[in-house]
């Protein structure tokens, strides 16, 4: 499950779409510490700089914060790369 926050710059519906497709699910529901903690290996974050003040919180956790290139990359690639530091999203 992909959390997307309000800011992420890319058409929603899109990647929507393209998760969907892979067999991944999406969602505009806020994401907390609570929601990605019940379950880390299959719940993440989709998020952008603009974003911070609502995964802040997740990343102080220490629950790594996505930008979108992952879903689109791990997409064409049919392989999520979750360690590549510039899919991670920096305070």
């Known amino acids: 499950m992909f ?10 519906k899109l990647l929507k779409n393209v998760v969907n497709a892979l067999g991944g699910q999406v969602t505009n529901q806020t ?14 974050v989709i998020s952008c700089k603009e974003d911070i003040s609502i995964w802040r919180p997740i990343a102080a956790q220490g ?3 996505y ?7 791990g ?5 999520m790369e979750w360690e590549r530091p510039e899919f991670i ?3």
């Not at 994401?31 to 299959?42: F, K, M, V």
């Not at 930008?67 to 990359?73: H, K, R, Y």
């Not at 997409?75 to 392989?79: L, T, Y």
């Open 3 to 12: 959390y997307v926050t309000p800011r992420v710059a890319i058409d929603k």
């Open 31 to 44: 994401p907390s510490t609570r929601i990605i903690g019940a379950n880390p290996e299959t719940r993440h």
């Open 63 to 65: 629950y790594k914060v």
């Open 67 to 73: 930008n979108q290139e992952l879903l689109l990359m």
């Open 75 to 79: 997409a064409m690639k049919q392989k």
């Open 89 to 91: 999203v920096e305070a």
